[in-house]
């Protein structure tokens, strides 16, 4: 690692191509954009066709290359195919596993086919993704970079009514520690960002239908309440720490968890 790189350089994603899920809103957009404005090729996923079309489109600006790909995570066979897609020489350089969903349900109430789809989506998809990235790495002896993405409710469990999306986001913790500590010789890097309290299109749905709920209301409260900065975040806050993990700025860091969450996991 060339200590004096210019700092233009180290964060910059030029010539390097990355596969982005859950692209088409959210935190998954603004880091496409953030990506595409740092010189990255890439490769939008998501179920929702008409959106990641609509933000391939807003960033036809940009000289990158970005293609969409609609394609639903928690079917494996739509993610081998994916992979199986791209031409031999052509692998990405980072992935960032950020598709998530998060249905309210009660622990007494979650039937199998809730905790399938949720665990598929949240963890398994980030388990395939993150194999065949490294399989493919690893078979032209080239190193990457992974950025998963976790939850706070992972390290600490505050809302209500998601143990099944908690136990998920905690997997994925526990499977970017196991990839940054099996592949970092294969210069394979891996982190995992634990975002909380971040305004996007899904947590706005969410406060929609804590309308109807007495319990997510307080949840609500209790959560800005406690927030040290005082407000909600937003996408693009987690966009840029997601950009500076897969750039040369974090050279030396590998399996790490890093809270973007406004303090809430310090109070």
Same mark, same amino acid.
Not at 63 to 79: A, C, G, M, N
Not at 96 to 113: C, Q
Not at 186 to 191: D, E, P, T
């Given at each position: 690692?060339?200590?004096?790189?210019?700092?233009?350089?180290?964060?910059?994603?030029?010539?390097?191509?990355? /596969?982005?899920?859950?692209?088409?809103?959210?935190?998954?957009?603004?880091?496409?954009?953030?990506?595409?404005?740092?010189?990255?090729?890439?490769?939008?996923?998501?179920?929702?066709?008409?959106?990641?079309?609509?933000?391939?489109?807003?960033?036809?600006?940009?000289?990158?290359?970005?293609? $969409?790909? @609609?394609?639903?995570?928690?079917?494996?066979?739509?993610?081998?195919?994916? +992979?199986?897609?791209?031409?031999?020489?052509?692998?990405?350089?980072?992935? #960032?596993?950020?598709?998530?969903?998060?249905?309210?349900?009660?622990?007494?109430?979650?039937?199998?086919?809730?905790?399938?789809? #949720?665990?598929?989506?949240?963890? @398994?998809?980030?388990? +395939?993704?993150?194999?065949?990235?490294?399989?493919?790495?690893?078979?032209?002896?080239?190193?990457?970079?992974?950025?998963? /993405?976790?939850?706070?409710?992972?390290?600490?469990?505050?809302?209500?009514?998601?143990?099944?999306?908690?136990?998920?986001?905690?997997?994925?913790?526990?499977?970017?520690?196991?990839?940054?500590?099996?592949?970092?010789?294969?210069?394979?890097?891996?982190?995992?960002?634990?975002?909380?309290?971040?305004?996007?299109?899904?947590?706005?749905?969410?406060?929609?239908?804590? +309308?109807?709920? $007495?319990?997510?209301?307080?949840?609500?409260?209790?959560?800005?309440?406690?927030?040290?900065?005082?407000?909600?975040?937003?996408?693009?806050?987690?966009?840029?720490?997601?950009?500076?993990?897969?750039?040369?700025?974090?050279?030396?860091?590998?399996?790490?968890?890093? $809270? #973007?969450?406004?303090?809430?996991?310090?109070?």
């Amino acid at each position: 690692m060339d200590e004096n790189k210019p700092l233009i350089e180290l964060i910059s994603l030029a010539g390097k191509t990355a /596969v982005i899920t859950g692209a088409a809103a959210g935190m998954g957009e603004a880091t496409a954009r953030r990506f595409a404005e740092s010189g990255a090729n890439l490769h939008l996923l998501d179920i929702d066709e008409a959106g990641v079309a609509a933000v391939t489109q807003s960033l036809a600006h940009c000289p990158v290359r970005i293609t $969409p790909h @609609t394609l639903d995570l928690s079917q494996k066979s739509e993610i081998d195919t994916f +992979w199986e897609g791209l031409a031999e020489g052509a692998e990405p350089d980072i992935i #960032v596993n950020n598709a998530g969903i998060f249905p309210f349900r009660d622990f007494l109430e979650t039937d199998e086919a809730l905790l399938q789809k #949720v665990t598929d989506i949240n963890f @398994t998809a980030v388990y +395939w993704m993150c194999q065949h990235f490294i399989r493919r790495r690893k078979q032209n002896k080239q190193s990457g970079v992974i950025v998963n /993405v976790s939850s706070i409710e992972a390290h600490l469990p505050f809302k209500e009514d998601l143990a099944h999306y908690t136990t998920g986001k905690a997997a994925v913790i526990a499977l970017t520690r196991a990839l940054a500590r099996d592949y970092g010789r294969s210069g394979i890097r891996a982190n995992v960002i634990l975002p909380g309290g971040i305004v996007t299109q899904g947590t706005k749905a969410a406060a929609r239908q804590a +309308w109807k709920s $007495p319990g997510l209301i307080k949840d609500g409260i209790n959560f800005k309440a406690r927030l040290p900065l005082g407000r909600m975040g937003h996408a693009d806050e987690v966009a840029r720490v997601t950009l500076i993990l897969a750039s040369d700025l974090t050279s030396y860091m590998t399996g790490a968890a890093i $809270p #973007v969450d406004g303090g809430f996991l310090s109070a």
